[in-house]
């Protein structure tokens, strides 16, 4: 899969442990939906860690001037091993969005 490899690569890389590569990962790409061949398969995995790693500017300032993007804590890497959190507000809009369906119909 595409994205255990831009971990495997943030692992390789930058030497982080796994779960804060997956936890980068997460914030990075939270909301997004993959599907088909997608702008995100157009760039290779380094660019992705390096991206995810140290932010946006790293491509105008080179990774020796820019610090890496603070690691998420503890409570952000408890959410992002589990995805429960967005599938539960996807149905909390589901529903209330039929909810207002059906009372304004």
Same mark, same amino acid.
């Given at each position: 899969? &595409?994205? !255990?490899?831009?971990?495997?690569?943030?692992?390789?890389?930058?030497?982080?442990?796994?779960?804060?590569?997956? @936890?980068?990962?997460?914030? +990075? &790409?939270?909301?997004?939906?993959? @599907?088909?061949?997608?702008?995100?398969?157009?760039?290779?995995?380094?660019?992705?860690?390096?991206?995810?790693?140290?932010?946006?500017?790293? $491509?105008? +300032?080179?990774?020796?001037?820019?610090? =890496?993007? =603070?690691? =998420?804590?503890? $409570?952000?890497?408890?959410?992002?091993?589990? !995805?429960?959190?967005?599938? !539960? $507000?996807?149905?909390?809009?589901?529903?209330?969005?039929?909810?207002?369906?059906?009372?304004?119909?």
């Amino acid at each position: 899969m &595409f994205l !255990l490899d831009i971990a495997a690569e943030m692992v390789d890389r930058y030497g982080i442990d796994a779960d804060e590569a997956v @936890a980068r990962i997460n914030e +990075r &790409f939270i909301g997004w939906r993959f @599907a088909g061949d997608g702008l995100l398969f157009h760039q290779s995995e380094a660019y992705w860690a390096t991206d995810i790693y140290f932010g946006h500017d790293v $491509w105008w +300032r080179g990774e020796e001037s820019v610090d =890496p993007v =603070p690691a =998420p804590g503890g $409570w952000q890497r408890w959410l992002s091993r589990r !995805l429960a959190w967005q599938q !539960l $507000w996807r149905l909390r809009r589901l529903w209330w969005s039929k909810r207002l369906y059906w009372k304004h119909r």
